[in-house]
């Protein structure tokens, strides 16, 4: 599943308005946004952990953890690029991803999987430990899908949207509920990749459900920063993100 290196496509992303209304939040030694879900919805003992794409603490992210907690989630995004997330209005023309994959806009803060791994640890601790948080379930965006994949059996519960560089034995390692939503028109999660994933998941056994739902029309990045004045996007976007409550509200208990 393992998918291409990340293009223009990866970085191209609208900014969505709207003012988020959690908390900044230290999560060991990274940043983190927490948000609060009301007292009369939320779901006892029960969290996500929002994994980013590699706009990590955006506002994007920000509303759209606002939404999980709005349906009962306690919710928790960590910078997993570790102060070093590119700004939304990045331009990728040019830019060398494996070189910042590799060691950071300072060459010395890597965003490799033992660094990433790091700070998605710090996460769960932080709900676990300081939340007293017990059903624990995670959402991986691009970037952050793959740690989704890497921190079973942490995680009981999984979602992903357009994941990035999830490795196959990632994948078939996950051996708890997972949902994927997939894009059309995505060169890095490929229809080819897609249906290798399909492959991988079958071979679960019944108590391990999945589910991977494509949307027609959208690229790469659409359930997170896609153009919402466009109909189309805007609707896959709102249906990923219930597509995921769903998937939590049945598997996260």
């Given at each position: 599943m393992?998918s291409?290196?990340p293009?223009?496509?990866?970085a191209?992303?609208v900014?969505?308005?709207?003012?988020p209304?959690?908390?900044a939040?230290?999560?060991g030694?990274y940043?983190?946004?927490?948000a609060v879900?009301?007292a009369?919805?939320?779901r006892p003992?029960?969290a996500i952990?929002?994994?980013?794409?590699?706009?990590?603490?955006?506002?994007?992210a920000k509303?759209?953890a606002?939404?999980?907690?709005a349906?009962?989630y306690?919710?928790l995004i960590?910078?997993?690029?570790?102060?070093d997330?590119?700004?939304i209005?990045?331009?990728p023309?040019?830019f060398?991803?494996?070189?910042?994959?590799?060691?950071g806009s300072?060459?010395d803060?890597?965003?490799?999987?033992e660094?990433v791994d790091?700070?998605v640890?710090?996460?769960?601790?932080?709900l676990t430990e300081?939340?007293?948080?017990?059903?624990?379930g995670?959402v991986g965006?691009c970037f952050?899908?793959?740690?989704?994949a890497r921190?079973?059996p942490a995680?009981?519960?999984?979602?992903?949207?357009?994941?990035?560089w999830?490795?196959?034995e990632?994948?078939?390692g996950f051996?708890?509920?997972l949902?994927?939503?997939?894009?059309?028109?995505?060169f890095?999660?490929?229809?080819e990749?897609r249906q290798?994933s399909?492959?991988?998941?079958?071979?679960?056994p019944?108590?391990q459900?999945?589910?991977i739902n494509?949307?027609?029309?959208?690229?790469?990045g659409?359930a997170?920063?896609c153009?919402l004045s466009?109909?189309?996007?805007k609707?896959?976007?709102?249906?990923?993100f219930?597509q995921a409550v769903?998937?939590?509200?049945?598997?996260?208990v």
């Open positions: 393992a291409l290196p293009g223009e496509c990866c191209r992303a900014l969505h308005e709207g003012t209304t959690g908390q939040v230290k999560v030694a940043d983190g946004y927490l879900p009301e009369a919805k939320a003992d029960t952990l929002y994994l980013p794409d590699i706009f990590s603490l955006s506002p994007n509303l759209i606002d939404q999980y907690a349906a009962g306690l919710t960590v910078d997993v690029m570790n102060g997330a590119l700004p209005d990045f331009d023309a040019g060398d991803f494996p070189k910042f994959l590799a060691g300072s060459g803060n890597p965003h490799t999987p660094a790091a700070v640890q710090a996460g769960i601790k932080y300081d939340k007293g948080v017990k059903k624990l995670s965006y952050g899908a793959k740690y989704v921190h079973y995680i009981q519960a999984g979602y992903m949207a357009h994941p990035s999830v490795s196959e990632e994948l078939a051996k708890a509920p949902s994927i939503a997939a894009a059309q028109d995505d890095i999660f490929t229809t990749l290798r399909e492959e991988i998941l079958k071979q679960r019944a108590d459900p999945w589910q494509v949307y027609s029309g959208v690229q790469h659409f997170t920063r153009d466009q109909k189309n996007q609707w896959a976007k709102e249906q990923a219930f769903s998937w939590f509200n049945a598997w996260l």
